[in-house]
């Protein structure tokens, strides 16, 4: 049920909060004493980040200009943790492996993707 939730970008304070679910120090020894479990908990924070990009995505998209700034914040913090699980992301398609994520402002669309090439 943790994982669950994790993959639809709930943070794991948030989902321990509710009494339903086990306490986050639990959840936490489970992970630290199980390899399988922490691939799985890895495997749904890279969904969850995928989720939270959409979310945000979604406010961007109809939001008010006075929470404009906040809604930056979000994503940026979304953004660099993209970053960080984007490096396990694999893509048959590419050569060396790795899936390059872009993220950028809605007023950055009308310019040209980038096109920086990584080297192995």
């Not at 489970?30 to 979310?55: C, F, P, T, Y």
């Not at 993707?113 to 192995?120: E, G």
Request: charged share 30%.
């Amino acid at each position: 049920m943790v994982l669950a939730e994790i993959r639809d970008g709930r943070t794991l304070s948030m989902i321990c909060a509710d009494e339903a679910f086990p306490e986050r120090g639990d959840v936490l020894r489970h992970l630290s004493n199980s390899e399988d479990a922490e691939a799985k908990m890895l495997r749904a924070r890279r969904i969850g980040v995928w989720m939270q990009m959409d979310r945000i995505y979604e406010q961007l998209s109809n939001v008010e200009a006075s929470k404009l700034p906040m809604l930056k914040e979000q994503a940026s913090h979304i953004r660099w943790l993209a970053g960080k699980f984007g490096a396990g992301i694999s893509n048959s398609n590419t050569k060396s492996g790795n899936e390059v994520i872009e993220v950028r402002w809605l007023d950055d669309l009308n310019e040209a993707p980038s096109t920086s090439q990584q080297t192995d």
